[in-house]
């Protein structure tokens, strides 16, 4: 069983930065493939980034390319989500993820993102 636990949600102006965390439990952390997702008020939950296991490799939603890094600290067990240049569309819930194998099986609380015109 892993837990996740998100922080760094908050209120930023447009053009502004945010850095989210992500502190999983457990001692297999380094095996999971680790993501952020996001939903907006009435809408579907939507991929934002993920990261490999040893942190080699990540994928982004074009939404996000160029202006969010998604990274990881194995040994803290922890994974962040670096954005910058945050616009209005990006308020939302974010919620990280963990991936043993083929789906997510592991989701964190959520964090509140909200970014003003």
């Known amino acids: 069983q892993v837990q996740l636990v998100e922080s760094g949600g908050g209120l930023v102006q447009a053009g502004g930065s945010l850095r989210l965390s992500c502190a999983a439990s457990?001692?297999?952390?380094?095996?999971?493939?680790m993501a952020w997702f996001r939903q907006a008020p009435g809408k579907e939950r939507e991929f934002v980034a993920d990261?490999?296991?040893?942190?080699?490799?990540?994928n982004y939603a074009d939404s996000v390319k160029g202006r969010f890094t998604i990274s990881r600290d194995n040994a803290k067990n922890t994974v962040y989500l670096q954005m910058n240049s945050l616009k209005p569309e990006d308020t939302a819930v974010y919620y990280c993820?963990?991936?043993?194998?083929?789906?997510?099986?592991?989701w964190g609380q959520g964090t509140q993102v909200t970014v003003s015109s």
């Open positions: 993820a963990a991936r043993p194998l083929f789906t997510y099986e592991y």
């Open positions: 457990g001692r297999t952390f380094g095996r999971y493939t």
């Open positions: 990261i490999s296991g040893s942190g080699g490799s990540t």
